[in-house]
């Protein structure tokens, strides 16, 4: 039996501790396993390199992913599907696991639909793949942005400043939410819950007016949306092969605002990939190695077209066909838990 496993979209970390799993499991079932390299863009061109355990056991603690990745996208592709199920073929491939968020694993429920035998695996810091509790990257990413958070607050309450964050999260605003809560942060904002600049600025003078002081910490993510505004700030207009463009600026252009209607000193601070990359946590490490694990033993089974998932700490088959073309975001009763901070 041989496996093909890749890894598509933005780099997460506990991707390599995924692979590594996948690697160690296929070898005690006796099966070869061929990274594809480069997600999609690998199985177009045939870019492919043999694993093996003893080679690569030491990369669980590894940010990044040693299979490297991209946005590439073969239903953008001309004959991208016919090409990637031939390519499946020439490679003598029996399964192939695709480990990425919802763009990967829309392209892997495609070719499930096309024949070929897939399996997905989540991953995006996001953490916006529905029927699943956890997504790889989520976790560190949270942990890293809570510490840059802090280390703001600390310089904002010296110099009496107001900071806005502006962090991760296209569609969904889980990083902001999640890291903002366990930073302390005074106020988060997030693209489920649009809002208006005179909102925001007239939280920050009751703030300045309430505690003397004027420390603020805000945290915005990248896809927030501003009432009134068409769309999320992006800084260039061009699209991926999934259609997503190039977000970032909110920070910048919201400390202006509060700047100029507050007269508060106001930086911006825009982490951006700081959250994406470096050493997972044990909790991305572990799970990532029980859904690596888990991924293999459906090719033992013979059961394709599922993505594993975490549900109440079981790992669990769920159809690709429920995942896809669907964003799992903060949901309103989530978001009003929090707001209780935000006074
Ligand atoms: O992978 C998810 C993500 O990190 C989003 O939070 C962000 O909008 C996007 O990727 C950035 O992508 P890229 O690194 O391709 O600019």
């Known amino acids: 039996m041989k496996i093909g496993v890749l890894t598509g979209g933005g780099d997460a970390p506990g991707l390599n501790s995924a692979i590594r799993a996948v690697v160690k499991k296929s070898e005690k079932y006796g099966y070869e396993v061929i990274g594809i390299r480069h997600g999609w863009a ?19 603690h590894r940010g990044g992913t040693i299979l490297k990745t991209s946005r590439t996208n073969p239903k ?9 199920c031939q390519n499946f073929k020439k490679l003598g491939l029996d399964a192939l696991i695709a480990i990425g968020g919802d763009d990967t694993l829309s392209v892997a429920a495609a070719l499930s639909e096309a024949g070929l035998n897939v399996i997905g695996i989540p991953k995006t810091i996001d953490h916006d793949v529905p029927e699943t509790e956890f997504t790889i990257g989520f976790d560190t990413a949270v942990n890293m942005a809570m510490r840059l958070i802090e280390n703001l607050k600390d310089t904002a309450e010296s110099h009496d400043r107001v900071f806005v964050v502006e ?3 296209r569609h969904a605003g889980w990083i902001a939410l999640y890291s903002g809560l366990a930073a302390g942060a005074d106020l988060i904002l997030i693209p489920e819950e649009p809002f208006s600049i005179k909102e925001v600025t007239e939280f920050v003078k009751k703030k300045i007016s309430k505690e003397g002081g004027q420390s603020v910490l805000i945290v915005v993510a990248e896809g927030a949306l501003i009432k009134d ?3 999320p700030i992006t800084k260039s207009t061009k699209v991926d092969q999934f259609g997503h463009v190039y977000l970032g600026g909110i920070g910048e252009f919201l400390a202006k605002e509060i700047s100029k209607a507050t007269g508060a000193e106001t930086r911006a601070c825009v982490p951006a990939h700081t959250i994406r990359g470096g050493p997972p946590t044990a909790l991305d490490r572990l799970i990532s190695t029980r859904l690596g694990l888990a ?9 394709f077209g599922y993505m594993v998932a975490l549900k109440a700490g079981e790992i669990v088959p769920v159809p690709l066909s429920k995942v896809t073309g669907k964003t799992k975001t903060v949901s309103k009763e ?5 707001k209780v901070f935000f006074d």
Do not use: H, Q, R, W
């Open 167 to 169: 962090i991760m999260g």
């Open 334 to 338: 989530l978001y009003e838990e929090a």
């Open 295 to 303: 991924a293999v033993d459906l090719v033992k089974e013979g059961k």
């Open 229 to 231: 505004y068409e769309g």
């Open 42 to 60: 690998g199985l177009l061109n045939l870019d492919t390199v043999k694993l093996e355990y003893e080679n690569i056991k030491d990369i669980i």
């Open 76 to 84: 953008k592709v001309p004959n991208g599907i016919n090409i990637a």
